[in-house]
């Protein structure tokens, strides 16, 4: 089993439509949570980090997480075909600084 | 421009040929980490500083290779006796501790290295 598992997709939905993206994770005593964006031939860019249980808002972008289900999944309301990118999970497993990614979801927005 | 940066962008070498890569993390940031990404894959750790105490390394991280930060500033990571599996993207990271669980880290440009 992956440490950090998420649907590598293509995860396509129409512009306008809400983007759901889940990841799992397999070390019950992570602590933080983080989704990145990744263009094509680019650096990883951080959208949102996540640390209580809940949901946390910032602007069109909503991150779940849910501990006892080891679950954080990533929403992106009205979805814009410049959200088009790879969106990497990543989780720091114990007290610690490493971060541990999954592979991604290709997420495409289609106008 | 005060991300993080990394030079060179792109490396081209042929197997057997050393290489280094050097990091210039944000300015205030004490940590420093390197990843490897290839493609299809999210990023995989590699080595992580504070300050200058390198503090962990990954398994993924054979005797060829080698990561430094001689002055807890920039750091630099040199890859000996280059092989084609060493292809990949090389990024790396700084964040600055803060009193939540974690530090977040924010990422450079990274340098892509094709070894022929």
């Known amino acids: 089993q992956k440490e950090v598992e998420q649907n590598s997709g293509p995860l396509s939905v129409p512009e306008g439509a809400i983007a759901s993206l889940n990841c799992t994770y397999s070390?019950?005593?992570?602590?933080?949570f983080f989704w990145y964006r990744q263009y094509s031939g680019k650096s990883p860019e951080l959208i949102m980090s996540?640390?209580?249980?809940g949901d946390k808002e910032d602007g069109r972008f909503t991150a779940q997480l849910n501990k006892a289900s080891q679950y954080v999944s990533l929403l992106i309301r009205d979805s814009q075909p410049s959200d088009s990118a790879t969106y990497l999970c990543?989780?720091?497993?114990?007290?610690?600084?490493?971060?541990?990614f999954g592979a991604g979801t290709i997420l495409r927005v289609k106008s | 421009d005060t991300g993080v940066s990394q030079n060179p962008r792109h490396k081209i070498t042929k197997r057997g040929q050393n290489v280094t890569f050097r990091c210039d993390p944000i300015?205030?940031?004490?940590?420093l980490y390197w990843y490897r990404q290839t493609l299809g894959q999210g990023p995989e750790f590699l080595t992580y500083?504070?300050?200058?105490?390198?503090?962990?390394k990954s398994r993924l991280l054979s005797d060829r290779f080698s990561a430094e930060r001689p002055k807890g500033s920039f750091s630099t990571l040199e890859i000996q006796r280059t092989e084609q599996g060493d292809s990949a993207m090389y990024l790396c990271?700084?964040?600055?501790?803060?009193?939540?669980?974690?530090?977040?880290?924010?990422f450079g440009p990274g340098t892509r290295l094709t070894v022929l």
């Open positions: 990271a700084s964040s600055f501790p803060v009193a939540g669980p974690t530090d977040t880290q924010y």
């Open positions: 070390d019950r005593v992570s602590q933080s």
């Open positions: 996540i640390y209580s249980n």
């Open positions: 990543a989780v720091v497993m114990e007290y610690g600084n490493k971060l541990v």
């Open positions: 300015s205030e940031h004490n940590r």
């Open positions: 500083f504070q300050n200058e105490a390198q503090l962990e």
